[in-house]
């Protein structure tokens, strides 16, 4: 099946600072690329829809300027959770479409633990 | 909100088959019934899918009833590396995917 990667697996930061995960599809080019945030014994919730060279559409709660969303190619993109606080400790998980509409396609990256202090 | 409901919880001895109940209530015509499972801290991972006929592949089996309300994922020996967290997502292709809480299923050995 097709391979999703997210850098880093995990990070620990400091109140304050940015940082930056990645997620990259390995083996196809995402025409739309996904960011969901799990609390700890809570379910996926989705934060954005990227879409190559667009600007990423954000749900509703989720605030755009606190977390940045570059798409920047086909096999890219980038969240920046900017000026973290402890409460976006999170598990940051991302998934790229391959082709449109069918779920089996979406392909889920192992998830990025992140803990600020 | 996620539009199926599912038992928070259940468990299944190592070997045997473990059968999650799925609710979907509100499923669409054009709504394929899919299943995917969260083992801890990674991403989830693609089981089944299926429309209206029963489905099965190397992972599992996927039992949906004539009206589509209700469909039950079957892992027919379950093995220790199964216990996960089992979500099943009621999806057309024209929306976002909402996950619900899912099934955390505890294989026991």
């Known amino acids: 099946g097709a391979v999703v990667s997210q850098h880093p697996s995990r990070v620990i930061c400091k109140s304050g600072t940015s940082v930056k995960i990645e997620c990259r599809s390995l083996?196809?080019?995402?025409?739309?690329m996904f960011w969901y945030r799990q609390f700890p014994k809570q379910s996926l919730m989705l934060m954005a829809t990227?879409?190559?060279?667009?600007?990423?559409?954000?749900e509703q709660g989720v605030e755009k300027d606190k977390f940045l969303i570059n798409h920047a190619s086909l096999t890219l993109s980038t969240l920046t959770v900017t000026s973290a606080h402890p409460e976006d400790s999170s598990f940051y998980i991302c998934?790229?479409?391959?082709?449109?509409?069918?779920?089996?396609?979406?392909?889920f990256g192992p998830g990025t633990r992140l803990t600020v202090t | 909100d996620a539009k199926t409901t599912q038992p928070t919880s259940m468990d299944c001895a190592e070997g045997r088959a473990a059968n999650l109940p799925c609710n979907h209530s509100t499923i669409s015509g054009n709504e394929y019934v899919y299943w995917y499972r969260q083992i801890h801290s990674q991403g989830p991972q693609y089981i089944i899918h299926?429309?209206?006929n029963n489905e099965t592949n190397e992972m599992a089996s996927l039992i949906i009833t004539e009206d589509r309300k209700s469909s039950t994922l079957i892992l027919p020996h379950a093995t220790l590396r199964d216990t996960a967290v089992y979500y099943c997502i009621d999806f057309s292709g024209y929306q976002k995917v909402t996950f619900g809480i899912g099934t955390k299923l505890q294989v026991i050995p």
């Open positions: 083996d196809f080019q995402a025409t739309t």
């Open positions: 990227s879409n190559e060279g667009s600007k990423a559409t954000y």
């Open positions: 998934s790229a479409q391959r082709g449109a509409g069918r779920l089996q396609e979406q392909y």
């Open positions: 299926g429309l209206k």
